[in-house]
């Protein structure tokens, strides 16, 4: 089982406040990622990281910013959260070498923004 | 733009018998065509993956078959079971890219009937 964890796994929370979303890997991967899946659809990327001080924007453009500081975690933040950011975020990883496709998901936290 | 076509959208499946899900692509840069599993409030979790040199990967009930000609894939479950009740996304990627970054299709809810 993968150790990748997210919190909070649940967030209801007012328009205009700021959150961050934690996402943290026990594996050593250097790769990590953050998508958005609303119910029932597709994952979008929104941002990745190829390692320490490396982030990039994905495919779906959004509002919200990551950092990579450390190997083990990649928190996404939003500055001013509105109801078009209720979704559901998931954080994964991946490694190097052999394998090094295969991403690693964690549980999820479904944000929801009143 | 898609990148990766899945259908159908959501399917019923008596217990015992075979689901059968199918996705098209239409990047042929991919290499790596994951399968991803994913029950409620869990994050996706990789269930079985084929690259383009091979036409059929079976792993247990679950077999890949590719058509690389046509661009597409398709995944197999076979004696369906009550358990695999789960929504399952297609993806593909281009290996050797850095980041890995996977493209997924919009999944299929499968419900399997006792």
């Known amino acids: 089982e993968a150790d990748i964890y997210q919190t909070p796994r649940y967030l209801v929370i007012g328009t205009g406040k700021k959150i961050t979303l934690e996402c943290s890997q026990t594996?050593?991967?250097?790769?990590m990622y953050w998508y958005q899946q609303d119910p029932g659809m597709e994952l979008h990327l929104i941002h990745y990281?190829?390692?320490?001080?490396?982030?990039e924007k994905g495919d779906l453009s959004s509002e919200s910013t990551v950092s990579r500081i450390r190997t083990e975690h990649f928190p996404l933040t939003l500055e001013s959260a509105r109801p078009s950011h209720t979704s559901q975020y998931l954080c994964?990883?991946?490694?190097?070498?052999?394998?090094?496709?295969?991403?690693?998901f964690g549980p999820g936290t479904r944000l929801t923004v009143t | 733009q898609q990148q990766v076509k899945q259908s159908p959208q959501s399917l019923i499946v008596q217990k015992g018998g075979i689901s059968i899900i199918n996705c098209a692509y239409e990047?042929?840069?991919?290499?790596?065509f994951p399968w991803y599993q994913q029950f409620p409030g869990k994050g996706p979790a990789l269930l079985i993956a084929i690259r383009p040199d091979v036409s059929e990967k079976k792993e247990g009930r679950f077999t890949i078959s590719f058509n690389k000609s046509a661009k597409q894939f398709s995944l197999h479950i076979m004696d369906s079971q009550p358990g695999d009740s789960a929504t399952y996304f297609c993806?593909?990627?281009?290996?050797?890219?850095?980041?890995?970054?996977?493209?997924f299709g919009t999944g299929t809810r499968l419900t399997v009937i006792p």
């Open positions: 993806a593909a990627s281009i290996s050797g890219t850095g980041a890995n970054n996977l493209f």
């Open positions: 990047n042929t840069a991919f290499d790596y």
């Open positions: 994964a990883s991946s490694g190097s070498g052999t394998g090094e496709e295969e991403q690693y």
């Open positions: 990281s190829y390692g320490v001080n490396s982030t």
């Open positions: 594996m050593g991967h250097d790769k």
